[in-house]
């Protein structure tokens, strides 16, 4: 396993490159194996774990059950260890007659001070711990504004329920808008973005603002681009992508789970064509080139991997030592060039 460090420019701590997604533990995955998995995700190594307020809620579930799981490894193991805990508020149903969607009316409770105040609390319960390591936002709310959210988060890292506080879902603009506002107010900013991320990438599309941007990238490097600032101390803290979704659920090796509706176009098809024939080449699988493409990037991120068995584990486990030569790496980010320069003409 490989390791860095995370930071809002005050708090910093190792994690595993590799974070554990839990969704649906508990539900679609049940308990017993949902704790296997656990098991063996800490004994290789594996730090930082990831869930939310709201995960199974639109399978049945309470929307905590994913916590509760986690709540019952972490008093059966004594404690979480060196293990980091990250955990989500916001996307829970505001109201609990009605569903959660992501069109309009979307039902998500929002990160008004006082969601943010209550469910963070609610969320300690569930898991049994007294300080959450890294707290998102889960989707950004722009209908309460971004210095009462701001504060709210901070207020929760005066006090030592949160160690470092994120955001996911969010337009770049308001981003940086929310980390300046934190600054203003003299609080932690944003330490932590988890958007959808993978090899394959979404066609651009109005209003679209959950999936990682060049221009994030950019934005991302240019905060760690020399030891200052990597430390937080020229004003502007570091700041590190998490990536959910960078397998698409299977979509890469198997045939009953097509991607979502914007990433099916010739690009993709051509990306993972690539995929798979780069795998065969230098004998992994197709989820373990995708994988170790990311965390070899120039701007490296850590990829949310959703398990729902030991067997996955072990494939997401062996590409975190899979270090693809430049020419692969090459040859992977250039294989829908023909695509590309054929719809710029």
């Known amino acids: 396993m490989q390791y860095r460090t995370i930071s809002n420019g005050t708090t910093s701590f190792e994690v595993s490159t590799l974070c554990l997604g839990t969704m649906f533990f508990g539900t679609r995955t049940d308990t017993t194996t949902s704790l296997e998995i656990l098991d063996r995700f800490a004994d290789a190594g594996g730090t930082f774990v990831d869930t939310a307020n709201n995960y199974n809620a639109w399978v049945g579930g309470n929307g905590r059950d994913s916590e509760d799981v986690l709540g019952q490894w972490i008093r059966r193991r ?44 609610l969320s300690l319960q ?21 210095a009462e959210t701001v504060a709210a988060f901070g207020q929760l890292q005066r006090e030592g329920l949160v160690g470092i506080s994120g955001i996911s879902n969010v337009a ?26 993978s090899y394959v990438y979404p066609s651009p599309g109005v209003g679209r603002t959950n999936d990682v941007s060049v221009e994030l990238l950019d934005y991302v490097e240019s905060l760690a681009s020399g030891a200052a600032a990597a430390a937080g101390a020229d004003g502007r803290p570091p700041l590190t992508i ?10 890469f090796t198997r045939d009953d789970k097509p991607m979502w509706a914007p990433m099916r176009h010739a690009s993709n098809r051509e990306r993972v064509r690539a995929l798979h024939d780069v795998a065969t080449e230098i004998g992994a699988t197709p989820n373990q080139v995708a994988l170790a493409w990311l965390l070899g990037a120039e701007v490296p991120v850590i990829p949310v991997v959703g398990i729902s068995s030991v067997a996955q584990l072990e494939e997401a486990l062996a590409a975190s030592e899979l270090v693809l030569d430049a020419d692969v790496r090459a040859r992977l980010d250039t294989a829908d060039l023909d695509v590309r320069a054929t719809v710029a003409v």
């Not at 069109?103 to 105040?117: D, I, M, W, Y």
């Not at 940086?176 to 609080?187: H, S």
């Open 78 to 121: 004594g404690g979480l260890g060196d293990v980091r805990l990250a955990t989500k508020l916001g996307a829970a149903k505001k109201d609990p007659s009605l569903p959660l969607q992501n069109v309009e009316p979307t039902n998500f409770q929002g990160l008004s001070a006082e969601v943010v105040a209550r469910e963070a609390r």
């Open 126 to 146: 569930h898991l049994g711990v007294d300080r959450l390591d890294v707290l998102y936002g889960h989707v950004d709310d722009r209908e309460t504004p971004i």
């Open 172 to 197: 770049l603009w308001r981003l940086i808008e929310a980390r300046d506002e934190a600054l203003r107010q003299g609080v932690d900013p944003y330490g932590v973005v988890q958007q959808g991320y």
């Open 242 to 251: 998490t990536a959910y979704s960078p397998l698409h659920q299977g979509a």
